[in-house]
Every structure is written in structure tokens, then in C-alpha cells.
């Protein structure tokens, strides 16, 4: 009787302790899946976008935004081993004839694939191989309810609650739930390639996208980027879309990252810089307008990557030039834009993407002079 009380309690002891270890492990599981879901949005989504990237030596230490992620001490800033991803594109893209892509963004309400997809946004393009100018077609935008309860670890992130996704939806009659809304399949009926920042994430979301020409504006600019070089890793670490933003001259608001539509907008952007680059072999310039002119209007606080750069001036250029927007030529387009020094001598012209709501071309027809200032200038060995 003795012998089988003591063997009683140890059976009871062993019992407990494998309760206390089932317990333990499934809280790692739950820590260990929200801190993958905080880097996955701190990837998509920083906190800042004002301040570049700082340069890391040997010795210096930095906490991300949401304090998830630590750079170890080994770890520090190598310049860029190319200016552009002119192979990755070339094997994307048909270069014998137009393509048409699809440029993306999800939000969703956890990491799983099986979670709820709450808003889809995408920007169907043509590109034409011969001077890779990207053509808009058409948009898709919806917003939907989840299937399962709100995650409070996603809705913290994204913002998408009840609430807000009934005012984003308004009298839409589309169904509540994107696994049974066969619109954005129907939408992506007549193109092979897609593009997003992070896309192996979004891709578990949209099984019919799986098989298709993917393009990732987050994994092809590594090393374009180059935000900093993980040593114990051996290779670069994954630029957010903010960083990737700021590379390539790209400002957007801060209060839109959280939104799909706004993510796939930047994104496209990105893309259409990436395309700068291939065509420009490297060389560009990056120009703001003017704050310190008298016409300065605050509406007019962004940055413009130039096109059609007039590679023999840029050497006499430099940084903090000031420059004036032309419309001499604008006959080849109505959201012609052109760039010249003092002398008049032609730069570049700017993207036609990057006039929307701003006004600028109404202003310089009615006489306004608006002047820029030369951000950065690259070239084929680097910025100077």
C-alpha cells in the first residue's frame, strides 16, 4: 500500500510538470507568432519615414522602431554592390512586346493564410519594353469582414476594425468576405505578373496568384537598398517599403501605411524608380521643390526622381542647385513636366506619376515660376 501511495504521487508530480511544460510552450508560441507578425508589418510599415537609415560601424548597436528587432554589434553599413536589377526586371518583363502587370497590397488579420483577408488593393498596368513606361488601366480597392473573430495583434497594426472597414466598404454590395468574392480574380484574369513588396507574405492569401511571374520590390533591392549588411547572416537586411521609399526619392504620408491602396501606390512607384534605373544605367537625379523660395507652397513638399537625364550635364551639376520646371515640348504629353538649370539648359523631365493633385502644371501655365533644388545626384559609381 505504501509502495503504491509513492508511486501515485510521482505519477501526479510527472503529470503536472507536463502540464506546466504544455502551458509554457504554448505562450512561446503565441510570443513567438506575434513578434513574426510585428517584423512583418515593421518590414511593410515603419514607424518614420523622415530620417534615413543610420550608418552602422562595428561597435554601434540600434533598436527598430517597435523595439522587435536588435542589430547585433557585428553588424554594419557596406555601400551597395549595384544600382539597379536590371536581370530580375529583364527575366519579369516580356521585352519583346507590352506586358501587363498587376501591382498589389493586402492587409489581413493575422500571419496564417488561413486568416481573413480585410482589405485588396491593386494597380493594373502596361508596360511597353521600348522605354519601359508603365501605362495605369485600371484599380481594384475593396475592404472586407473576417470569417473568424479580430485579431487584436493585427487590428493594432493595420487599424481595420468593425467599425472602420463598414465606413471604408460605404454602399458597396460586394460580398462581406474575400474568400468569396471571385471580383479580384476576374480583375487579374488577363495578367500573368505581379509585383509587391514582401510578396511571398501576401501570396498565402491568393492561391490563384501562386503559379504566376512574381516580382518582389522588397527581396530585388537587397543590395540596392542596402540598408545594412546582417555579418552573421552573410547578406543584406530586407528593406522595409519606407526604406525602399526613401532610396529612391518616393515621399508619401505617414498616416497612409497602414492602407492597402496607399501601400500599392508607393510600391508602384518604387517599381517605376526601379525601371528609372535600368534605363539610366544607374545615373539619375533626385530634385525637391524649394522651400526657401517665395512661392513655396507646403502641398508641394515632396520629391521627384528625373527621367531622360541629360547625362553630359549632370557633371556640372551639384547638389543644391536650383533648377526651374519648363513646359517647353509639352506637346507630347498633358502632364509634361521638364526640368532646366538657370541657363536654360534641359535636365530631365519628371515622372508624369508624380503630378497627381498637386497642380503644378495649372501654375506654371498661368505664369507662376516654381524652382527646385537638386536633392542627390547618382551616377554609375555612387552618389556624390
Given at each position: 500500500?505504501?509502495?503504491?501511495?509513492?508511486?501515485?504521487?510521482?505519477?501526479?508530480?510527472?503529470?503536472?510538470?507536463?502540464?506546466?511544460?504544455?502551458?509554457?510552450?504554448?505562450?512561446?508560441?503565441?510570443?513567438?507568432?506575434?513578434?513574426?507578425?510585428?517584423?512583418?508589418k515593421e518590414t511593410e510599415h515603419p514607424r518614420t519615414v523622415e530620417n534615413p537609415p543610420p550608418s552602422f560601424t562595428q561597435r554601434e548597436t540600434f533598436k527598430a522602431d517597435r523595439g522587435q528587432e536588435t542589430y547585433a554589434q557585428t553588424d554594419k553599413y557596406r555601400p551597395p554592390t549595384r544600382k539597379h536589377a536590371k536581370p530580375e526586371i529583364d527575366k519579369f518583363l516580356d521585352v519583346k512586346r507590352k506586358t501587363r502587370i498587376i501591382i498589389f497590397d493586402v492587409e489581413t488579420n493575422g500571419l496564417n493564410g488561413e486568416n481573413s483577408v480585410l482589405s485588396c488593393s491593386a494597380i493594373k498596368y502596361e508596360i511597353d519594353p521600348n522605354d519601359y513606361e508603365m501605362a495605369e488601366i485600371e484599380r481594384f480597392n475593396r475592404y472586407y469582414y473576417p470569417v473568424e473573430q479580430l485579431d487584436p495583434q493585427a487590428i493594432a497594426v493595420n487599424g481595420l476594425t468593425k467599425e472602420v472597414i463598414t465606413e471604408k466598404r460605404g454602399?458597396?454590395?460586394?460580398?462581406?468576405?474575400?474568400?468569396?468574392?471571385?471580383?479580384?480574380?476576374?480583375?487579374?484574369?488577363?495578367?500573368?505578373?505581379?509585383?509587391?513588396?514582401?510578396?511571398?507574405?501576401?501570396?498565402?492569401?491568393?492561391?490563384?496568384?501562386?503559379?504566376?511571374?512574381?516580382?518582389?520590390?522588397?527581396?530585388?533591392?537587397?543590395?540596392?537598398?542596402?540598408?545594412?549588411?546582417?555579418?552573421?547572416?552573410s547578406e543584406w537586411k530586407w528593406p522595409k517599403l519606407s526604406e525602399t521609399a526613401v532610396h529612391y526619392g518616393i515621399q508619401f504620408n505617414e498616416s497612409d501605411l497602414h492602407s492597402s491602396m496607399a501601400d500599392a501606390e508607393t510600391t508602384a512607384k518604387i517599381f517605376m524608380r526601379m525601371l528609372d534605373a535600368v534605363k539610366t544605367d544607374g545615373n539619375g537625379v533626385a530634385a525637391e521643390i524649394d522651400d526657401s523660395l517665395p512661392h513655396f507652397h507646403s502641398r508641394y513638399n515632396f520629391t521627384w526622381q528625373l527621367k531622360n537625364v541629360n547625362e553630359s550635364l549632370v557633371s556640372k551639376c551639384s547638389v543644391g542647385d536650383v533648377l526651374f520646371l519648363i513646359r517647353e515640348g509639352k506637346a507630347e504629353s498633358a502632364n509634361y513636366l521638364g526640368v532646366a538649370t538657370k541657363s536654360g539648359e534641359y535636365l530631365g523631365k519628371i515622372d508624369s506619376s508624380d503630378l497627381k493633385d498637386y497642380g503644378l502644371i495649372f501654375d506654371i501655365d498661368h505664369g507662376a515660376e516654381v524652382s527646385v533644388r537638386i536633392k542627390q545626384i547618382f551616377t554609375k559609381s555612387g552618389k556624390f
Open positions: 500500500m505504501g509502495r503504491r501511495r509513492k508511486n501515485s504521487g510521482s505519477d501526479l508530480s510527472g503529470l503536472f510538470a507536463i502540464v506546466r511544460f504544455l502551458i509554457t510552450a504554448i505562450f512561446s508560441l503565441i510570443n513567438f507568432l506575434c513578434d513574426i507578425f510585428a517584423r512583418k454602399a458597396g454590395t460586394y460580398p462581406e468576405h474575400f474568400n468569396i468574392d471571385s471580383d479580384f480574380e476576374n480583375f487579374c484574369g488577363d495578367t500573368t505578373n505581379f509585383v509587391a513588396h514582401n510578396i511571398s507574405f501576401d501570396l498565402q492569401f491568393i492561391p490563384f496568384m501562386r503559379q504566376k511571374k512574381k516580382f518582389c520590390t522588397m527581396m530585388n533591392n537587397t543590395d540596392i537598398v542596402a540598408v545594412y549588411f546582417l555579418e552573421w547572416k
